[in-house]
């Protein structure tokens, strides 16, 4: 596996993202939570580019005891990449679809050492 660098680390912030090509290959590493994840930029619906889509809260309907709605609002604590093509919706921090766990983002394994973040390339 290569590791390929990404950038310094102070020029990822808190909810920021960049989105690389090496190696025949588009990664999208973000900050989130102090944490970074990489993921393919290539969506598992039809390859468009996920990881340059909107980042937002997940949204939830609300049901009553009788399961009529209350409305939709944005859901505390979630946060979704959504791919700009066809609109599928995954976790930013797993990478899973919101709607079929079967459908999930390919990861990149990422390291920070002397202040420069690394993805690794299977290659």
């Known amino acids: 596996m290569k590791e390929i660098f990404v950038a310094a680390e102070a020029d990822i912030p808190e909810g920021g993202r960049k989105v690389i090509a ?8 973000f900050r989130i939570d ?5 993921w ?9 580019p996920v990881c340059q889509g909107r980042v937002m809260k997940g949204v939830e309907e609300r049901l009553d005891d009788e ?20 609109g599928y919706e995954f976790d930013i921090r797993t990478g899973r679809h ?10 990149h ?3 920070v050492r002397d202040g420069a973040i690394y993805v ?4």
Do not use: F, M
Not at 22 to 29: H, I, K, L, S
Not at 34 to 38: E, F, M, V
Not at 73 to 78: A, L, N, P, Q, T
């Open 22 to 29: 090496a190696e025949g290959v588009e990664v999208g590493v």
């Open 34 to 38: 102090g944490t970074l994840k990489a």
């Open 40 to 48: 393919r930029n290539e969506c598992p619906h039809q390859g468009g």
């Open 67 to 86: 399961r009529r709605s209350l409305g939709i609002h944005y859901k505390d604590g979630s946060l979704h990449v959504i791919c700009p093509w066809h």
């Open 98 to 107: 919101t709607g079929l766990d079967r459908i999930r983002l390919s990861s």
């Open 109 to 111: 394994p990422v390291s």
């Open 120 to 123: 690794g390339i299977h290659g």
